[in-house]
């Protein structure tokens, strides 16, 4: 069974600062995707980036990216230069062949 | 190009009753899953349809059943509501298996 564990259930930063959601993950899946799902009040699950697990390279999406370390299973979200409408919950979340498995989020808020 | 919709957008039912909530994927999506997201949580997996036929199954009770039409777009249907059913039911469509696009989804307060 797949889990997932964001350890930062709350964060708070400066308009303009840079800020890192971390993510640890567990699964016997050897073909896997991993997501960063960012979602509003309004609730709207919206993807925000996506990494291939063969791939080493980290993925890269204008202000964010990942720091994704296959070994330790390990899969951070980067903001940088952190805007009001990042304000959000942040989800993280590995996928296999069936399902997307979600963490318990991070409450992310963006002060002006 | 239209998103993933879902209807009703919100709905209140009572202990006991049945409900049935609806989702049409993304034109081409041939795959469609079902998620229940309790308020403080993360999203739960409850089914995957694929090409009209159930993929995957999440650790949900048999009041719980869901289909895909040939058009596929997706039911979720839930018997004998609970008050722990209260939830946002989320769909999401998916053309490849590294990518997820969700729906509005639907609040559901069983009463």
């Known amino acids: 069974a797949q889990t997932v564990t964001q350890s930062q259930p709350e964060m708070s930063v400066q308009e303009a600062e840079t800020v890192t959601l971390s993510c640890t993950y567990d699964?016997?899946?050897?073909?896997?995707?991993l997501f960063w799902y960012k979602q509003p009040p309004s609730r709207q699950m919206i993807l925000v980036i996506r990494?291939?697990?063969?791939?080493?390279q980290n993925a890269t999406e204008n202000r964010f990216s990942v720091n994704f370390q296959k070994a330790a299973k390990s899969f951070s979200l980067k903001i940088s230069d952190s805007q009001l409408g990042d304000t959000a919950m942040y989800f993280c979340?590995?996928?296999?062949?069936?399902?997307?498995?979600f963490g318990q989020g991070t409450r992310l808020t963006i002060n002006p | 190009d239209a998103g993933v919709t879902q209807s009703p957008t919100h709905l209140i039912k009572t202990r006991g009753q049945h409900v049935t909530l609806r989702c049409s994927p993304i034109?081409?999506?041939?795959?469609v899953s079902w998620y229940q997201q309790v308020l403080g949580q993360g999203p739960q997996f409850i089914f995957q349809?694929?090409?009209?036929?159930?993929?995957g199954r999440g650790n949900f009770p048999d009041r719980f059943s869901a289909r895909q039409f040939p058009n596929y777009s997706s039911e979720l249907n839930v018997n004998a509501l609970l008050l722990g059913d209260s939830a946002l039911y989320l769909c999401?469509?998916?053309?490849?298996?590294?990518?997820?696009?969700f729906g509005p989804g639907t609040r559901l307060t069983v009463l």
């Open positions: 999401a469509s998916s053309l490849r298996v590294n990518e997820q696009f």
């Open positions: 699964t016997s899946e050897s073909n896997y995707y």
């Open positions: 990494q291939e697990a063969y791939k080493q």
């Open positions: 979340a590995p996928r296999g062949a069936q399902k997307l498995v």
């Open positions: 034109s081409g999506h041939k795959s």
């Open positions: 349809y694929y090409e009209k036929e159930e993929r």
